[in-house]
């Protein structure tokens, strides 16, 4: 019993440790791209691998300008996210590379964000942290 108490623990404090080091990447890194934004107060990140795939539901409030997102750590090669409408319908794409949106709507609507990773073929996969961030300005 003292073993399992003992993993979970230190499960736990791993857990923590990658949530405070994809906190301080996305300070670092991600917060210039809001610029003349005002970040909401939500803060959307997950430590992904080469493979993965992310999705984030974001309601948004009509004539309100609003940035959209999504940055990630170079480790994890060209990361691309789409947004969908509440019918599963891709509005939006970064396939251009582009690594944000600018957007306003005339009705209230809730949007999905899908996230990929792209696969890759090495031996060792890497982890890194990608971030969805929104801001707005009236």
């Known amino acids: 019993m003292k073993r399992l108490s003992l993993c979970i623990a230190v499960l736990s404090l791993l857990s923590a440790s990658a949530s405070a080091q994809c906190r301080t ?5 991600c917060l ?3 610029e003349g ?16 795939e992310a999705e984030l539901s974001v309601t ?6 609003y940035r959209v997102a999504v940055c990630a750590h170079p480790v994890l090669g060209d990361v691309t996210f789409d947004i969908l409408d509440q019918q599963g319908i891709r509005i939006w794409s970064n396939s251009n590379g582009e690594d944000h949106v600018d957007f306003s709507l005339q009705h209230a ?8 990773v792209p696969d890759t073929d090495a031996a060792i996969l890497h982890e890194g942290c990608v971030s969805l961030l929104v801001g707005s300005k009236d």
């Open 25 to 29: 990447f996305t300070k670092r890194n």
């Open 37 to 52: 934004y005002a970040q909401n107060d939500n803060y959307n990140s997950a430590v992904l691998i080469a493979g993965d």
């Open 32 to 34: 210039p791209v809001l």
């Open 60 to 65: 948004f409030l009509p004539s309100t300008e």
């Open 109 to 116: 609507q809730r949007l999905r964000f899908r996230i990929q």
